[in-house]
Antibody, heavy 121, light 107 residues
Framework: QVQLVESGGGVVQPGKSLRLSCAASGFTFSSYGMHWVRQAPGKGLEWVAVVWYDRSREYYADSVRGRFTISRDNSKNTVYLEMNSLRPEDTALFYC???????????????WGQGTLVTVS | DIQITQSPSSLSASVGDRVTITCRASQSINRNLSWYQQKAGKAPNLLIFAATSLQSGVPSRFSGSGSGTDFTLTISSLQPEDFAAYYCQQSYSSPYTFGQGTSLEIK
């Protein structure tokens, strides 16, 4: 079965960096685009970034562009989110999610991890 | 950026009721809209994609309609397990924005 397991969250001071990981299993990872979506405590969902299955394209939310970098290692079935210059408003539960389509992205999300909490304080 | 306005923000209903939630996009997004359900403390779950397509394993009491700028999620007969938060999300162009969410509560 499809599994996505995030790690790397924690408490970090403003201006510092953190790297999140999402380990995937149960599907052909190299065929799917992968996303990060976040949810601040008690708030709604915010899409953060996507990387295509072949790393050919990356897109970012305006709020993180220039500070966050999404990447993937298809040999390790893992997607990453490198977060720099962190701000208190980045405090959130960060989910990785699989794109619904193969061989390109449709930008809907059919499987989600359980999330990793990032607290900037 | 495309803005998504979701309404209502909260809704009280009873088991067996028919419920509708709407989303309006700030420009045409064709049929590029999805709906998600999120229960407390859990990750979201995809219900509907491409405006009207039911995700595998989702009960048929959930349905989606609309195109262009106006979209609707309908639950035909509420079940106890349906009380949760619901979000729409546009997949037309980056950034792939979500609506603000609807909290569906038991009356």
């Amino acid at each position: 079965q499809v599994q996505l397991v995030e790690s790397g969250g924690g408490v970090v001071q403003p201006g510092k960096s953190l790297r999140l990981s999402c380990a995937a299993s149960g599907f052909t990872f190299s065929s799917y685009g992968m996303h990060w979506v976040r949810q601040a405590p008690g708030k709604g969902l915010e899409w953060v970034a996507v990387v295509w299955y072949d790393r050919s394209r990356e897109y970012y939310a305006d709020s993180v562009r220039g500070r966050f970098t999404i990447s993937r290692d298809n040999s390790k079935n893992t997607v990453y989110l490198e977060m720099n210059s962190l701000r208190p408003e980045d405090t959130a539960l960060f989910y990785c999610a699989r794109d619904i389509c193969t061989g390109g992205c449709c930008y809907s999300f059919d499987y989600w991890g359980q999330g990793t909490l990032v607290t900037v304080s | 950026d495309i803005q998504i306005t979701q309404s209502p923000s909260s809704l009280s209903a009873s088991v067996g009721d028919r419920v509708t939630i709407t989303c309006r996009a700030s420009q045409s997004i064709n049929r590029n809209l999805s709906w998600y359900q999120q229960k407390a403390g859990k990750a979201p779950n995809l219900l509907i994609f491409a405006a009207t397509s039911l995700q595998s394993g989702v009960p048929s009491r959930f349905s989606g309609s609309g195109s262009g700028t106006d979209f609707t999620l309908t639950i035909s007969s509420l079940q106890p397990e349906d009380f949760a938060a619901y979000y729409c999300q546009q997949s037309y162009s980056s950034p792939y924005t979500f609506g603000q969410g609807t909290s569906l509560e038991i009356k």
